[in-house]
Nanobody, 130 residues
Framework: QVQLVESGGGLVQAGDSLRLSCVASGGTFGGLSMGWFRQAVGKEREFVAASVWSGTSWNHFSTHYEDSVKGRFTISRDNVKNTVYLQMNNLKPDDTAVYYC??????????????????WGQGTQVTVSS
């Protein structure tokens, strides 16, 4: 059983930056694919970014992004600290949402689908004012 705890959310102004963190415990972090999703009020949960394990090397991951965050958000991971990060730059009011960290014990398939993931964090609120 993997437990995920997010942190780093907050209230910022448009154009500001935030870095979200998600610490994983209870599993072999290097073999997990990790994702970030977000859910705004009244909307469905949507894919933001993923770090997908190659299935071979413990330090080989591919990264993937939703189109609206490409060039602004960066997903990264520290396999020593069992932590995945989401660096968010040039934030926009449309980025306002609860951000969730997710983990999958697999390395192929629909990483952009919430159903692909096995474990979820409790979420952290990001609010961007205009």
């Amino acid at each position: 059983q993997v437990q995920l705890v997010e942190s780093g959310g907050g209230l910022v102004q448009a154009g500001d930056s935030l870095r979200l963190s998600c610490v994983a415990s209870g599993g072999t972090f290097g073999g997990l694919s990790m994702g970030w999703f977000r859910q705004a009020v009244g909307k469905e949960r949507e894919f933001v970014a993923a770090s997908v394990w190659s299935g071979t090397s413990w330090n080989h991951f591919s990264t993937h992004y939703e189109d609206s965050v490409k060039g602004r958000f960066t997903i990264s991971r520290d396999n020593v600290k069992n932590t995945v990060y989401l660096q968010m730059n040039n934030l926009k009011p449309d980025d306002t949402a609860v951000y969730y960290c997710a983990a999958a014990a697999r390395n192929s398939g629909s990483y952009y689908s919430s159903g692909w993931y096995d474990y979820w964090g409790q979420g952290t609120q990001v609010t961007v004012s205009s």
